[in-house]
């Protein structure tokens, strides 16, 4: 028998690469070893006659997790220098830009790109396949309650803690525009943190890269990247206030929770919806 070292799925004695990760395999019984140059040759057409699988036949692994946060950086740097550049040469597209259905526009299309770089890393290449890898297939779980309990208590520590001038608030641009436009527009501002960011970034966060990350590491390695991937994608609220980060903190770990005991995404997408709907509540009325 032979075993990848780094997923540790075991072939049978003919096999040479890793059908997961593209790794080399090791002997358990180790033998007299074949040249440099005869191994690559080996890989090389072990490389090359393997088919190439799509989900569920592919497992994920943290190697698909890693490649996608990669990509998903390098497309958000491309799109947002793409947007920027646009604004700073043409006043008009500045100004839709700015808008309720411009903001709405932006935010859905940065989304999609993640969630592209996602699936492609997922080798969803069906929608049912995507549905159901990603764990949109299932009905939410008892555990959904949990889940919105659970949010709501973080926010209203939270209000607590800005209520006694503990920490500093913070806010963004779709409440600030909520706030100051007139008329059907300003509804477009509350979309993209009551709609989009819960179903986008649950299905990216929670239904890819937690999945991915998990069937490599430890169930507390794996809550300390997604919280650390979750600073990173919201850095300007861990920068500006501590309070901001302990609570996103503390949802992302119930977040990961409720993923490790269901097998629905929805408890999580419910969840986040809840979060961002009290937070939006509160300072809506402010």
């Known amino acids: ?164 001038g503990w920490s500093r608030g913070v806010s963004n641009y779709d409440l600030y525009g909520f706030r100051h436009a007139v008329g059907f527009e300003r509804y477009f501002f509350l979309l993209p943190p009551l709609t989009l960011a819960p179903f986008f970034e649950e299905s990216v966060y929670r239904g890819f890269l937690y999945q991915a990350f998990r069937r490599s590491y430890s169930l507390n390695i794996c809550i300390f990247l997604i919280v650390t991937w979750t600073a990173f994608t919201h850095w300007p609220y861990y920068s500006h206030s501590w309070m901001a980060a302990l609570s996103l903190s503390a949802l992302t770990l119930v977040q990961c929770h409720l993923r490790e005991k269901s097998n629905s995404l929805w408890d999580c997408i419910l969840c986040h919806f809840a979060y961002n709907a009290s937070v939006l509540s509160v300072s809506a009325i402010k």
């Open 1 to 164: 028998m032979k075993s990848c070292p780094y997923c540790g799925k075991e072939y049978p004695d003919e096999a040479t690469i890793c059908l997961i990760d593209r790794e080399p395999l090791r002997d358990k019984n180790p033998q007299p070893s074949t040249s440099d140059e005869q191994a690559q040759e080996q890989l090389q057409a072990a490389d090359k006659n393997a088919p190439y699988l799509t989900f569920p036949d592919y497992q994920w692994s943290a190697r698909d997790a890693w490649k996608c946060i990669g990509m998903i950086i390098v497309f958000g740097i491309i799109f947002w220098v793409t947007i920027l550049g646009l604004s700073w040469h043409f006043s008009a597209f500045r100004i839709w830009r700015l808008s309720g259905f411009g903001n709405f526009s932006t935010a859905i299309l940065s989304y999609a790109i993640e969630l592209l770089v996602a699936a492609y890393f997922a080798r969803t290449e069906i929608f049912a396949a995507f549905w159901k890898g990603f764990g949109l297939d299932q009905k939410p779980s008892n555990y959904v309650w949990f889940g919105v309990t659970m949010a709501l208590i973080i926010r209203v520590c939270g209000h607590f803690i800005l209520a006694h």
